[in-house]
T-cell receptor, first 111, second 113 residues
Framework: SQQGEEDPQALSIQEGENATMNCSYK?????LQWYRQNSGRGLVHLIL?????REKHSGRLRVTLDTSKKSSSLLITASRAADTASYFC???????????FGSGTRLQVQP | IAGITQAPTSQILAAGRRMTLRCTQD?????MYWYRQDLGLGLRLIHY???????GKGEVPDGYSVSRANTDDFPLTLASAVPSQTSVYFC????????????FGEGSRLTVL
């Protein structure tokens, strides 16, 4: 069964706008990661946030984690057409040996 | 730097045939993983290996087997393919047992008729 569930499933915005994607999960985690997948390609790691962290930044990316609500959000600021991709959250559960992925958010950035 | 190489990139296979998907990494990572990706279901873990000589079952292991004879290679075998195994298969690796960042291959698209 899937651990993470992303919301929304699909998102379409204009270039320059911000994009926010949310992820909810069910169990205790060691860390939560976000990945990006361009169409027909493999996944690429974006950012990792540990369970004792609340917010992390990397360039135009901002990730928050609320362990009390078992949720995370990924904010992409000043989006570009090149940000068009699917975005997945993945959790490393305490006691498990591999990441569990959600079903992803498809982001379309219109030029 | 190649990272993770998967082969073949695409394959059409008759049901009942045996198929091995190859995965090689050049990063000397200890842990390797096989996921399948189906539309609307995200990625699901098939098998994993924390280090050479050991393997473990993931979420959807039935119908698949793996081996880890050395650090670099982690082949996935379908002994007798069925149409429900039509999917895109991704191999991934990470430096340590406790995951951290995963590095993915470009995927193998398999169609079982």
């Amino acid at each position: 069964s899937q651990q993470g569930e992303e919301d929304p499933q699909a998102l379409s915005i204009q270039e320059g706008e911000n994009a926010t994607m949310n992820c909810s999960y069910k169990t205790s985690i060691n860390n939560l990661q976000w990945y990006r997948q361009n169409s027909g390609r493999g996944l690429v790691h974006l950012i990792l946030i540990r369970s004792n962290e609340r917010e992390k930044h990397s360039g135009r990316l901002r990730v928050t984690l609320d362990t009390s609500k078992k949720s995370s959000s990924l904010l992409i600021t000043a989006s570009r057409a090149a940000d068009t991709a699917s975005y997945f959250c993945a959790t490393e559960d305490t006691g498990r040996r591999a990441l569990t992925f959600g079903s992803g958010t498809r982001l379309q950035v219109q030029p | 730097i190649a990272g993770i190489t998967q082969a073949p990139t695409s394959q059409i296979l008759a049901a009942g045939r045996r198929m091995t998907l190859r995965c090689t990494q050049d990063m000397r990572h200890n842990a390797m993983y096989w996921y399948r990706q189906d539309l609307g279901l995200g990625l699901r873990l098939i098998h994993y290996s924390n280090t050479a000589g050991t393997t473990g079952k993931g979420e959807v292991p039935d119908g698949y087997s793996v081996s880890r004879a050395n650090t670099d290679d982690f082949p996935l075998t379908l002994a007798s393919a069925v149409p429900s195994q039509t999917s895109v298969y991704f191999c991934a690796s990470s430096a340590g047992q406790n995951t951290g960042e995963l590095f993915f291959g470009e995927g193998s698209r398999l169609t079982v008729l």
